[in-house]
């Protein structure tokens, strides 16, 4: 059964850190591309960020370009986001997603993990 699982969510100070990981199983994971989209309260799915099989290539939503590093361990089939200074815009629901999706539809993300949930308030 492929399926991912998201941890490391939370509650935190704005300014604060925060490193989510997706675990996947049930398929070659190093074969696909990974995505992080986020939803916050009452808004549609965000993109966040991407990076290809090997890790190599990553990219940013402008929001969180230079605070966000978004990475990948293959050996340990595992996906990451670690966040920094994070802001209380960045208050949502985060889903890691197998593949690429920056389309309104998310249609080019195959696969997704249940949602883990991020607060940043004071």
Same mark, same amino acid.
């Given at each position: 059964?492929?399926?991912?699982?998201?941890? =490391? &969510? %939370? !509650?935190?100070?704005?300014?604060? /850190?925060?490193?989510?990981?997706?675990?996947? *199983?049930?398929?070659?994971?190093?074969?696909?591309?990974?995505?992080?989209?986020?939803?916050?309260?009452?808004?549609?799915?965000?993109?966040?960020?991407?990076?290809?099989? =090997? &890790? %190599? !290539?990553?990219?940013?939503?402008? /929001?969180?370009?230079?605070?966000?590093?978004? *990475?990948?361990?293959?050996?340990?089939?595992?996906?990451?986001?670690?966040?920094?200074?994070?802001?209380?815009?960045?208050?949502?629901?985060?889903?890691?997603?197998?593949?690429?999706?920056?389309?309104?539809?998310?249609?080019?993300?195959?696969?997704?993990?249940?949602?883990?949930?991020?607060?940043?308030?004071?």
């Amino acid at each position: 059964q492929a399926q991912f699982v998201e941890s =490391g &969510g %939370g !509650s935190v100070q704005p300014g604060g /850190s925060l490193r989510l990981s997706c675990a996947a *199983s049930g398929f070659i994971f190093s074969a696909y591309s990974m995505t992080w989209v986020r939803q916050g309260p009452g808004k549609g799915l965000e993109w966040v960020s991407d990076i290809n099989g =090997g &890790g %190599g !290539s990553r990219f940013y939503a402008d /929001s969180v370009k230079g605070r966000f590093t978004m *990475s990948r361990d293959n050996a340990k089939n595992t996906l990451y986001l670690q966040m920094s200074d994070l802001k209380p815009e960045d208050t949502a629901v985060y889903f890691c997603a197998r593949g690429v999706c920056r389309r309104n539809t998310f249609d080019g993300c195959d696969l997704w993990g249940q949602g883990i949930q991020v607060t940043v308030s004071s």
